[in-house]
T-cell receptor, first 115, second 116 residues
Framework: NAGVTQTPKFQVLKTGQSMTLQCAQD?????MYWYRQDPGMGLRLIYY???????DKGEVPNGYNVSRLNKREFSLRLESAAPSQTSVYFC??????????????FGSGTRLTVV | AQKITQTQPGMFVQEKEAVTLDCTYD???????LFWYKQPSSGEMIFLIY??????QNATEGRYSLNFQKARKSANLVISASQLGDSAMYFC?????????????FGTGTRLTIIP
């Protein structure tokens, strides 16, 4: 049972380059999320997808796009990377509906450095 | 809007002592959920405990308990008999219960160091 799988685990980009962070979950969860973690700021929500076919902006969406490819996969794209996007990125998923204490399952993170 | 406040950037605690990590929250939602996560140096986010706003009793999970004081809007994490492996960052988080308000809002975290 893999849970939430993120690729890659590490990436170095040059300013202006683009890349896509991949996330896949095998738990049949309907909601998926992308967070970024910066020192001293906790985790901040970039985008989320409450169900297949829907996406919504979170707290810090500028500079990012997302695609909910199917129920399993939720990708995050940086079209033109900037040094301010240097961060650790976490994907998470959750089963929603009914009891709302279903926990969020996080991937292991992607450490991105933009130079 | 939801807000989580963790006022302890760092704590040092002697091994085997109990630890209380503070968390206060603000929300206008009548129903909400509160979570605590542990992030060890390896970086993964580990779910520890959950408290629903309408739960009558404080949540407990092994050595972890959540001291929920709804009127004070606080949800402190208590770790009993601390161990060296408890050294990590701890995050308090909250989500609303309404459909469309699925977002998990995090505090800035507390770095806990257990001293042998």
């Amino acid at each position: 049972n893999a849970g939430v799988t993120q690729t890659p685990k590490f990436q170095v980009l040059k300013t202006g380059q683009s890349m896509t962070l991949q996330c896949a979950q095998d738990m049949n969860h309907n909601s998926m999320y992308w967070y970024r973690q910066d020192p001293g700021m906790g985790l901040r929500l970039i985008y989320y997808s409450a169900s297949e076919g829907t996406t919504d902006k979170g707290e810090v969406p500028n500079g990012y796009n997302v695609s909910r490819l199917n129920k399993r996969e939720f990708s995050l794209r940086l079209e033109s990377a900037a040094p301010s996007q240097t961060s650790v990125y976490f994907c998470a998923s959750r089963l929603t509906g009914g009891r709302h204490n279903y926990g969020y399952t996080f991937g292991s993170g992607t450490r991105l450095t933009v130079v | 809007a939801q807000k989580i406040t963790q006022t302890q950037p760092g704590m040092f605690v002697q091994e085997k002592e109990a630890v209380t990590l503070d968390c206060t929250y603000d929300t206008s939602d009548p129903s909400y959920g509160l979570f605590w996560y542990k992030q060890p140096s390896s970086g993964e986010m580990i779910f520890l405990i959950y408290q629903g706003s309408y739960d009558q009793q404080n949540a407990t999970e092994g050595r972890y308990s959540l001291n929920f004081q709804k009127a004070r809007k606080s949800a402190n994490l208590v770790i009993s008999a601390s161990q060296l492996g408890d050294s990590a960052m701890y995050f308090c988080a909250m989500r609303g219960a309404n459909f469309g308000n699925e977002k998990l809002t995090f505090g800035t975290g507390t770095r806990l160091t257990i001293i042998p």
